[in-house]
């Protein structure tokens, strides 16, 4: 087998493998949770379930992606796993493509918007028969959206960066535009907490965020926490399994998984910080905190309504932006790592195979709200069924998949093995973590899956 290329530092190991987690499911899934969940009460509930939870199965695929040293259906080939579990890393790639088809037409609006930030266009007038800032901002969403021209030309941009960046390789592309933009995005994160923190009715934002309510838990509760950690970590889709396949043979797993975990974390109760007070002060609540409103449509307008009105729309679209292209990186290395690993493709060969056909498969997802918009499946939108299928029934299906493999038929002593780094560390937490991943995470897994269908 051909050497792999391994990170080539710590730092920017856990910053490749931090900017695959963050992503826009920090910045706009969690506060919308948050705000439909009871607040405080769903974010103590969210962090126990990353803690218990989110980081043994991250260890689990840590283990097996450092093990195999390979792309996410060549490492059970390398463990010597049966042909049968391949298909586990193989419904990851096809998840974390599928995926990628529909995130690289959102990071295109990032992008839109970011452009319209810096030139000021976005705080135009769009119609004078839209009344208010709020319906102002959704008429120029929609208008975005559902136009033929702009959501493609800025999807061909994101996908051009991705290109360019993976071919660059792990160390000289991944690795270093991430190490480059993970401290830029947690340096604009600070700066919008001290802004958000100096509003007038900031108090009020923090009380509804940080003061639990135990009496709002509910098993819904528990379960769309769950949801939530295993989204926001970028669980079963590969993304972790081929990352761990570049850490060194001195990576201690059960510390990066911590600190990957706690740093996702991090970020997401940030965005809390940040977004709480300013719709708070601003008097925005309900249906402008969810998806794709808060970003927007319920941001611009808190930002229309504060001083240096521009350079925070800017700011903040610039941060989104970032987080919307290490989650696509990452996302397109698991297809990318499959063709070099499984066909023995030059990587430059195998970035065009895995990103030119998103030229027309994300083309498709956006223009679904516009000349597509009349092609659905099961009621929904292209881009909308592929985001229904991919996230809310693939990833389960195969983050059980994997859970029943490590916890059950891997070969005896794997999991130690890589927890101790062949014996050089010592732990006392293999035992836990063994006793999760088979037990509790399988169980409560298929619980928030089979939630989904009842």
């Known amino acids: 087998m051909a050497k792999k290329t391994l990170f080539s530092s710590k730092i920017g190991l856990i910053a490749a493998t931090v900017g695959s987690a963050i992503g826009l499911g920090n910045v706009w899934r969690f506060p919308a949770e948050v705000q439909a969940n009871g607040g405080a009460a769903f974010l103590i509930i969210y962090a126990l379930c990353v803690l218990i939870l989110g980081i043994p199965v991250m260890i689990s695929e840590f283990a097996i992606g450092r093990a195999g040293r390979s792309d996410a259906v060549g490492v059970f080939c390398n463990i010597g796993a049966r042909k049968g579990w391949r298909t586990v890393g193989a419904w990851g790639i096809l998840a974390s493509y599928l995926i990628l088809c529909f995130y ?36 120029k969403m929609d208008s975005m959206t559902a136009h033929s021209l702009n959501p493609l030309i800025n999807t061909y941009v994101m996908i051009a960066l991705n290109i360019a960046i993976l071919m660059a390789g792990v160390q000289k592309g991944i690795e270093r535009i991430s190490s480059i933009m993970m401290p830029v995005l947690f340096l604009i994160l600070i700066v919008f907490i001290g802004v ?36 926001s970590l970028s669980l079963g889709m590969g993304i972790l399994i081929t990352y761990s396949s570049y850490f060194p043979k001195e990576t201690r797993l059960m510390r990066t998984a911590v600190t990957v975990s706690v740093l996702d974390m991090v970020v997401a109760v940030m965005m809390g910080l940040i977004i709480f007070p300013a719709v708070t002060t601003f008097g925005l609540t309900g249906e402008s905190l969810q998806g794709a409103t808060l970003v927007f449509v319920t941001l611009p307008e808190v930002f229309s309504q504060m001083p240096a009105t521009q350079l925070w729309s800017v700011l903040f679209f610039l941060l989104l932006t970032l987080a919307a292209l290490t989650s696509t990186i990452s996302i397109a290395e698991v297809s990318v790592a499959f063709i070099c690993d499984r066909f023995n493709t030059p990587r430059w060969k195998s970035c065009l195979i895995v990103l030119l056909p998103l030229f027309v498969l994300s083309a498709v997802c956006a223009l679904s709200f516009g000349p597509l918009e009349h092609i659905t499946i099961a009621g929904l939108n292209i881009f909308e069924f592929l985001d229904t299928v991919a996230t809310n029934i693939m990833l389960p299906v195969c983050s059980i998949g994997l859970c029943v493999y490590i916890g059950w038929y891997a070969p005896k002593g794997l999991l130690h093995d890589q927890l101790t780094n062949g014996g050089t560390l010592r732990t006392s937490l293999y035992r836990p973590t063994l006793f999760i991943i088979r037990y509790v995470a399988p169980l409560l897994i298929a619980v928030v899956l089979a939630s989904y269908f009842l």
């Open 196 to 231: 958000s923190l100096s509003l007038p009715k900031a108090s009020e934002g923090l009380a509804f965020f940080l003061n639990p309510d135990f009496s709002k838990i509910t098993p819904a509760v528990v379960v769309n926490a769950l949801g939530q950690a295993f989204f």
């Open 104 to 139: 690289m037409v959102v990071a295109g609006w990032t992008f839109e918007y970011l452009w319209q930030s810096a030139t000021g266009e976005l705080y135009q007038p769009v119609s004078e028969a839209a009344a208010g800032l709020s319906s102002q901002f959704s008429a």
